[in-house]
């Protein structure tokens, strides 16, 4: 195998993805699994490789990528931002096309934290009006 022009990382959540692009006819593959093998909804496939499409480079490059980490949402913008970050490293011209279509800008939304006293982040425990007493003799 051909050693890779630029490797990125990206990530989205939880989910880590490093990603190596190599000159190449345009395969996708994602820890050793064709990207349609690995995402099987055609919106976290089309959102993964959004950054090809939008460079018109997806039939130039080959996109070998390992990912860890969260769920398959998570993964799939981790490889996007990937993806993105090593297009521009590779062509400083179409970093203005990624930027427009946002593809360079890391999503910093992550799940909240749990506080002590809730069952999760926000959620209380039932309030109760009436508690249970004990009886006391008179």
């Known amino acids: 195998m051909t050693p890779p022009l630029v490797q990125a990382t990206g990530r989205r959540k939880r989910a880590v993805a490093r ?7 345009g395969r ?8 349609e093998d690995y995402f099987p909804s055609p ?3 089309s959102g993964a ?4 499409r939008v460079t018109d ?10 990912i860890s980490g969260g769920g398959l949402t ?14 521009e490293t590779l062509d400083g011209d179409c970093r203005e096309k990624l930027k427009r279509a ?11 934290s749990k506080k002590y006293g809730l ?3 926000r959620k209380a425990p039932q309030y109760s009006k009436r508690r249970l007493r004990r009886h006391e003799p008179s």
């Not at 490789?49 to 090809?52: D, K, T």
């Open 28 to 35: 996708v593959v994602i820890n050793g699994r064709d990207l």
């Open 102 to 112: 946002g593809l360079l800008t890391r999503d910093p939304r992550k799940k909240e």
């Open 119 to 121: 069952k999760k982040a």
């Open 19 to 25: 990603v190596r692009i190599r000159p190449g006819e």
């Open 49 to 52: 490789i959004e950054a090809l």
């Open 74 to 87: 998570g993964q799939s913008g981790a490889l996007r931002l990937g993806i993105a970050r090593s297009l």
């Open 43 to 45: 919106a976290h496939r």
């Open 57 to 66: 480079t997806a039939s130039v490059y080959d996109v070998d990528a390992t």
